[in-house]
């Protein structure tokens, strides 16, 4: 069974910075692609940063040059920097697994406020 534990989340001022740790047991790790998704309040969950197993990228406009998401295969962990936080970052941060149907984390807040 495929399990994902997010952590690094908590409060950061604007202009702040944060990484975000996924952590995947249950599962070969290396050759599936990664995301990271957030969904804030009243909102639709959304694409932020995405990984495949090449170790290609890809963001949105909304965070481009802001997050960036890599990955260690020998630690079964995927991470994601962010930096130059805005208060509209806020929001719960997810990370899945792009096997068959997808896995979820349970999500780690993260907060942007003075």
């Known amino acids: 069974q495929v399990r994902l534990v997010e952590s690094g989340g908590g409060l950061v001022q604007p202009g702040g910075s944060l990484r975000l740790s996924c952590a995947a047991a249950g599962s070969i790790f290396s050759i599936y692609a990664m995301g990271w998704y957030r969904q804030a309040p009243g909102k639709q969950r959304e694409l932020v940063a995405a990984?495949?197993?090449?170790?290609?990228?890809n963001y949105p406009d909304s965070v481009k040059g802001r997050f960036t998401i890599c990955r260690d295969n020998a630690k079964n962990t995927v991470y994601l920097e962010m930096k130059g936080l805005k208060p509209e970052d806020t929001a719960v941060y997810y990370c899945?697994?792009?096997?068959?149907?997808?896995?979820w984390g349970q999500g780690t807040q993260v907060t942007v406020s003075s």
């Open positions: 990984i495949t197993s090449g170790d290609s990228t």
């Open positions: 899945r697994m792009n096997k068959l149907g997808g896995y």
